[in-house]
């Protein structure tokens, strides 16, 4: 099948956030959209959304399901990538819920994109759970393998704007939470109960948590360098435990990417199913 396609103005992004609202999010950034209009089927067939940032064109592309397997999402990532080339681009980068979307990779592939990154979204069930991460955490303690200068907290507790400074910079050397919607700075109370590591009052680690109806959940972690051994993260995985046990949490989720062995191995130990595979594509434009 063919169709026709045109650039977004005006009300054609209503269209845009609906199809893809991933690619719609942020506004300092420049962007452009693609609508599809199929020659036959509905009168809106797809979308493609470029945001452009730097020398990256970030994609998300849609195609309805009534007309998909017909050629149209090839025709539509035809276009967008000339558009992201006449915008100066030289590497187009998009990211899909592989998991509930598992047509997005050899679809992607296919066009010549290379999957670089996967990031998994876990739920356990918060008692089974909170036996396992309490016990290694209490073997650390009887081992006496916790530093003595440690003091666990609560961010509320916590130097705040160390706290954040801290986080910061850890997402910034982390390509794959570029996008990532924790501000600390910004949201404070929002992460009141999460655990942190103080060493002579300086904070040296954090575990990110929120509660969300009866979930532990965990939006974030860092380990300043030099402490970034199994002790800090059962430490702060430990009191992230007694934390739920006393809201009363029954699920856990976390997340890991696919190199993380340790949390990978963890999830096992867990029998923590898998919520969401967020996966990251790229293709060089030159």
């Keep these: 099948m063919k169709g026709r396609i045109r650039r977004a103005q005006g009300a054609d992004w209503a269209i845009c956030r609906a199809l893809v609202p991933e690619a719609c999010g942020r506004t300092d950034c420049p962007i452009e959209g693609l609508i599809l209009h199929p020659e036959s ?7 493609a959304v ?3 940032d730097g020398h990256d ?3 998300g592309l849609r195609v309805v399901p009534p007309v ?6 090839s025709y539509v990532f035809e276009a967008a990538v000339e558009a992201a080339r006449a915008g100066g681009a030289r590497r187009m980068v998009t990211a899909y819920d592989t998991l509930a979307e598992p047509g997005a990779q050899p679809f992607l592939e296919k066009h010549g994109f290379e999957a670089v990154t996967r990031i998994t979204t876990f739920e356990a069930n918060f008692p089974a759970t909170a036996q396992i991460l309490g016990r290694m955490r209490d073997e650390l303690v009887a081992r006496h393998r916790v530093p003595a200068g440690w003091v666990i907290t609560t961010l509320a507790r916590a130097p705040l704007e160390a706290v954040a400074q801290l986080f910061a910079a ?10 990532a919607p924790l501000r600390l700075d910004r949201e404070a109370g929002r992460w009141d109960r999460s655990p942190v590591i103080l060493e002579n009052g300086r904070p040296v680690g954090a575990l990110i948590t929120e509660k969300l109806g009866n979930v532990w959940k965990v939006e974030g972690r860092f380990v300043v360098r ?3 051994s199994g002790v800090a993260n059962a430490i702060l995985l430990g009191a992230a435990v007694d934390l739920g046990m006393a809201h009363q ?5 976390f997340e890991s990417r696919d190199d993380n062995r340790d949390t990978l191995k963890l999830a096992r ?5 898998p919520l969401r595979v967020r996966t990251r594509f790229e293709l060089a434009l030159y």
């Excluded at 949490?249 to 989720?253: G, K, Q, T």
């Excluded at 130990?269 to 199913?273: F, K, L, T, V, W």
């Design 50 to 52: 470029l945001r452009f």
């Design 249 to 253: 949490a029954s699920h856990f989720r």
């Design 57 to 59: 064109a970030w994609l």
């Design 226 to 228: 030099g402490y970034q």
């Design 170 to 179: 850890y997402v910034a050397q982390r390509e794959d939470l570029a996008e």
């Design 68 to 73: 998909r397997r017909q050629g149209l999402g």
């Design 269 to 273: 130990r867990m029998n923590a199913r």
């Design 41 to 47: 089927g509905p009168r809106v067939g797809g979308a």
